[in-house]
């Protein structure tokens, strides 16, 4: 059975290589939530940082999977900050390193 991997989420690793090798005005972090509450801002904005302009977004979509709410989501992203600041063995934790 596969185990939770925590290496797999370092979005600030992949994130800051990608503005290493294509600068960093060429690099947009979108978050998943801006998604979820303002698509058509969203799809705005990448228009304008891309300069392409996407098929217009006009179909109201069902949520299937709401997920955790946004005082979740914080809390749960201080927890990987801390853990990616602290650099402790999780090993010992349950996780393999």
Not at 32 to 61: H, K, M, W, Y
Not at 66 to 90: A, C, H, M, Q, W
């Amino acid at each position: 059975m596969p185990q939770f991997e925590w290496r797999f989420y370092r979005y600030d690793k992949l994130i800051s290589h990608n503005q290493a090798i294509f600068g960093r005005d060429n690099v947009k972090v979108v978050l998943v939530e801006e998604l979820a509450r303002n698509p058509r801002q969203l799809f705005a904005e990448v228009d304008t940082f891309t300069g392409i302009s996407s098929a217009p977004f006009s179909r109201e979509r069902e949520v299937f999977n709401p997920g955790l709410e946004d005082k979740y989501i914080e809390r749960t992203r201080f927890v990987n900050v801390l853990f990616s600041l602290i650099g402790k063995d999780l090993s010992r934790l349950g996780y393999e390193t």
